[in-house]
């Protein structure tokens, strides 16, 4: 059984920072990807960064230069610090891990957290 506990949500002004941080525990494969999904009202869930064990990262376009994802493989945990917040950022962020244990491929995701940016 794998459980992601995710925190740092919460209310910033536009501008501001916020870091999120998301915790893996149970039987994790040591090569996997995890990742910031987030969805806001009336929208679809769309990716918004990506890094695997390896450390190779991938960017929504509108995230770029802006936010940056880290993680810490010996504590299965994954971070995203988010700078130069802006109102449109606003929806419930969702931290993802997967990994392939051929035949199968697995994803497990967190519970979401809230991040608004008022203007």
Known sequence: ????????????????????????????????????????PGKQRELVAAITSGGSTNYADSVKGRFTISRDNAKNTVYLQMNSLKPE???????????ASPPRAYEFWGQGTQVTVSS
């Open 1 to 40: 059984q794998v459980q992601l506990v995710e925190s740092g949500g919460g209310l910033v002004q536009a501008g501001g920072s916020l870091r999120l941080s998301c915790a893996a525990s149970g039987s994790i494969f040591s090569i996997n990807a995890m990742g910031w999904y987030r969805q806001a």
């Open 89 to 99: 950022d606003t929806a419930v962020y969702y931290c993802k891990l997967s990994f």
